[in-house]
């Protein structure tokens, strides 16, 4: 294992930046009450949240009452989809998503399908989009609600929301987006795009992990998933994570005041990697062209799968990640290899590269520089594995 490091895998999680880390630490050990508590650690703890959901609501472009604090992206995806269906329940059981949702939001779709729902799932072109016409056809009178994710996470593919919402509008039917890999990188204003709820994720843009956010436009009374003590204005219980809570909100307005200086830095690294990657035989670019996050850059590779060359990268320093390119049960592609129309040579998964504002130039040379060796270790690997006697074992 090489003894320095690079870390080019923030679309999985990132490192707390110094203003979060030190806007929480006064909340671990001195001002440690509860803010339901009506003691003055009490009310210290509550006012810090509720500067932290101000702090939050001027970033989204939101009002403080339509912030509502969770565990993380996975709980803001599941109230959303789940309790919006039941609030609609009378006027039909029809959901609309896309087949390339984070599982946060598919799994919770097909669980609602054994439930006794009916859920379209939206097919993508090469790059990963769907479009508003899509939507139009796909719309029925028992359509309930409409959960298309913002930004996706292996790709790296962003998709036209507002065109979107705009044809959910017009029916009358709840839109959810899911934009954890967007806030923090890209402009997200939920005045502009209109949207009825949108799902955050704070380790994703240099915040702790374990805290998130559900938007809620405040036309949109959604019922609570969690019950208990009533907190959140009774519509999600559970004690407040203070320290995580003040510091996704400092990591939050930090992005928002650097986020041009951010998206340019990190897109020149990211153009990098691509146009020197794509130089190698059998390279081929995931995701859309243009439409794409800043620091995101996905590849397949002929003949290469994915976990292999993981690997051989963690071996020489530098930690990435792949999507899942196949089940270990049935060996087929991944879900979203298949939606994007990649199969036969490239079978595979791909290699995510996602990079934030502490990578450097010098990284970015050094992945290059080390990428063909690993290529051709995970192709020993896949010779290796092919050659393998089962009865030997």
Not at 5 to 30: C, G, Q, W
Not at 257 to 280: F, G, P, Q, S, V
Request: glycine share 8%; charged share 20%.
């Amino acid at each position: 294992m090489a003894e320095y490091r690079i870390y080019a895998d923030n679309a999985a999680t990132t490192a707390v930046s110094d203003v979060a880390y030190n806007a929480m630490l006064p909340y671990f050990k001195e001002s440690y009450g509860n803010p339901s508590a009506t003691h003055s650690y009490g009310t210290d703890a509550k006012r810090a949240v509720e500067e932290a959901r101000k702090t939050i609501a001027d970033a989204l472009g939101a009002r403080v009452n339509e912030i509502f604090f969770t565990s993380g992206g996975t709980e803001s995806d599941n109230w959303a989809i789940k309790s919006a269906v039941d609030l609609r329940g009378k006027k039909g059981k029809h959901i609309i998503t896309t087949e390339i949702e984070h599982n946060a939001v598919y799994k919770t779709v097909k669980q609602l399908e054994k439930d006794g729902y009916d859920a379209t799932f939206l097919s993508v072109d090469k790059h990963g989009q769907v479009t508003a016409e899509q939507l139009e056809a796909a719309i029925r009178p028992d359509t309930t609600l409409i959960t298309i994710m913002m930004a996706n996470n292996e790709i790296g593919t962003i998709q036209p929301i507002t065109a979107l919402y705009m044809v959910a509008k017009k029916h009358g039917i709840l839109f959810h987006t899911d934009a954890i890999q967007a806030v923090g990188h890209i402009p997200v204003d939920v005045c502009e795009l209109g949207i009825d709820m949108l799902s955050v994720s704070s380790h994703k843009f240099h915040g702790p992990k374990g805290v998130g956010i559900l938007y809620v436009n405040l036309k949109t009374v959604l019922p609570p998933l969690l019950i208990g003590g009533g907190q959140e204005k009774g519509r999600r219980s559970g004690t407040s994570n203070v320290p995580g809570i003040v510091g996704m909100a400092a990591a939050l307005k930090d992005a928002a005041a650097h986020m041009d200086e951010n998206e340019r830095i990190i897109m020149r690294l990211r153009d990098r990697l691509i146009t020197e990657i794509l130089k190698i035989p059998g390279a081929l670019l995931t995701g859309h062209p243009v439409h794409r996050l800043p620091g995101l850059a996905s590849f397949v590779f002929e003949g290469i799968e994915g976990e292999p060359l993981v690997a051989a990268l963690n071996e020489a320093g530098i930690c990435a990640s792949s999507g899942s390119a196949c089940s270990a049960e049935s060996g087929e592609p991944s879900r979203m290899m298949k939606a994007i129309g990649i199969a036969g040579s490239h079978k595979t998964a791909p290699l995510r590269l996602s990079l934030c504002r502490y990578n450097t130039v010098q990284e970015i040379d050094s992945i290059i520089s080390v990428l063909p060796e690993a290529l051709k270790k995970a192709a020993a690997y896949k010779v290796v594995a092919q050659n393998i006697d089962l009865d030997d074992y």
